[in-house]
Structure formats: C-alpha cells, structure tokens
C-alpha cells in the first residue's frame, strides 16, 4: 500500500497537468500566446451561410457562424469549430508554437507573446502566407496599406516566381476567412493561362494599375502593373491595389482578387482581377 500511495503521489501531479491543459483559445492565439495549450485539428461542422451576396454573385463557401443579410467577415471566437477559420485555430497556431520554440519559423518579425503582427510562412503542399493579426482578407489589407503594405513585399521575398504565382483571393471566392495568400505553382507554356494575356500586352513600369486588353470578350477585367525582366520585384502592389480601389465604380471590390506572376520574357506583373472565380484558375496551375 506504501509503494502504490508513492506511486500515485508521482503519477498525479503529471497527469494533472495534461488534464488541464486546453485547446487555444481565439485570444490566446491572437496575442500569440499558445506555448501552453493546444492548437486544434481543423473543425467542419458548420453549414455553409446561405443568402450572402458578393456584387451579385452568391457566397458559396462562408463556412462560419455569420449570418445573411449582415455576412460579416473573418473569424471569430465563437467560430472555433468552423472549416472557415481553420487558418486561424490550427495552420497558424501550430507554426506559432514551432516559432516560440525556435523552430523553423520564416516571418518577417521575430515571433514573441504579445509581440508584433508579424507576417509568416505557413509550410504545406501548396504554403500559405498569413498575418499574426486577425485580418480577413484582401479588403482589409488593402484598407490600411500603411500598416499592410508589406504583404506582396514578404511575399515575394518566398517564392520562386520561376516556377511559382503568389494568388490572393477575392471576399466571393475565399473558403477560409483569415487572410492567406496563395504560394502556387504558375502557369506552364503549354497551358499558359492569364500569361498569354500579358504578353500580349504592354509594359506598364508605373505605379497605377491600369487596364489589360481582352484577348477574347469572356475574359474578365484585370488591371496590372509590370516590372520589365532582371528588374526585381513588383513593388507597392498593396497601395497601388489601395488606389484601385478608391476610384468610383472601377471594379467591384467583393469580387476582386491580386496576384503577381512572372511571365515566360521573366517580366513581372501585379494584378487585380475580377473574375467571379477568382485569381487561382488564372495565375496557378492546377485549378480550373
């Protein structure tokens, strides 16, 4: 009977210790405060929203707790089991336990408790690149180019716009509602998909982005800015996106989408599309 009380008197305090620790919490996560809980697995049990429009076009994929007429956007802490904010509860909370353990962590700010937004990596088949902050989406970003407008910069500095497209979803076409923007594998030559379009087109080296000729009638809107080939990197997308936006009916903001690919004469292109599917069928490979 001694043996066993010891025994129990060592096992307790262990066990008790697993019993109490907890899923992360939506403000554990959002003060990057998660080094003692648990990221859960990604949730599916909320119906997709019904009645939610996107200039005309019905929201197919708004898989959280928000309800039609009001749609409102991104995660929320009562949205812990929904598809939509699996970013949010599990991609992100896991890289930020690996980075406040001084893993593999690329972000564009060390990643502390209570420290700065930070823009991050997200590794995965096709990686992600998300903020720290609670952001939703392109709008957001686009809203407040003076503290987001280094999005398409961290971007940029990891992917290979050889073989790969950066591709931000519209508010229509996104099915998860944290902001992420897509690190994809870009358009081949023989399937060469929105580059055909580009190459056709003329250099636009300025800082507003302007009109894309259309190859056929079907072909959605697209407003783009270029850098010619060995010049770097498309510089102040956010802010030229910004302006786009602030001119009176020139595209419908819900259905826009921005990318950045590198055409075959390794010119490089920032875009706005607004195409009710969105940038990805366009300017990645592998989506129809």
């Known amino acids: 009977m001694i043996h066993f009380i010891r025994f129990l008197l060592l096992v ?21 405060d998660v080094s003692g809980c648990i990221c859960q697995g990604h949730k599916d049990d909320c119906d997709p929203v019904k009645g939610c429009d996107a200039c005309g076009f019905e ?12 749609c409102p956007v991104g995660c929320t802490a009562q949205d812990w089991n929904c598809r939509g904010c699996g970013i949010w509860y ?19 700010n060390k990643i ?25 989406g392109i ?12 999005a398409f910069d961290f971007a940029q ?38 580059i055909k379009r580009l190459q056709a087109a003329k250099l636009n080296p300025t800082k507003e982005l302007l009109p894309i ?11 783009c800015k270029s850098v010619a080939s060995g010049k770097g990197p498309v510089t102040d997308f956010v802010q030229s996106i910004h302006a786009l936006f602030q ?25 706005v599309t607004d195409s009710k599917d969105g940038p990805l069928p366009d300017f990645c490979s592998g989506y129809h």
């Not at 903001?253 to 920032?270: L, P």
């Open 12 to 32: 307790l305090p262990a066990f008790s210790v697993v019993a109490q620790t907890s899923y992360c919490t939506f403000d554990q996560i959002r003060r990057k």
């Open 59 to 70: 929201i197919k994929e708004r898989r959280t707790h928000s309800k039609a007429p009001q």
């Open 90 to 108: 599990t991609t992100l909370c896991n890289s930020l336990q690996l980075c406040l353990k001084g893993s593999k962590c690329v972000s564009s």
């Open 112 to 136: 502390s408790k209570n420290g700065p937004s930070s823009w991050i990596l997200l590794p995965q088949d096709e990686p992600l690149i998300t903020n720290t902050d609670l952001l939703p």
């Open 139 to 150: 709008l957001e970003m686009a809203n407040n180019p003076g503290k987001y407008g280094d």
């Open 157 to 194: 500095r990891n992917y290979d716009p050889d073989k790969q497209a950066l591709a931000l979803n519209s508010v229509r076409t996104r099915t998860m509602e944290q902001f992420h923007i897509h690190v994809c594998s870009k358009p081949t030559t023989q399937n060469p998909r929105v």
């Open 213 to 223: 000729p259309k190859l056929k009638p079907t072909d959605p809107n697209l407003w």
């Open 247 to 271: 001119k009176p009916k020139a595209v419908c903001k819900e259905i826009a989408g921005a990318a950045i690919v590198q055409d075959f004469n390794k010119n490089r292109w920032g875009c």
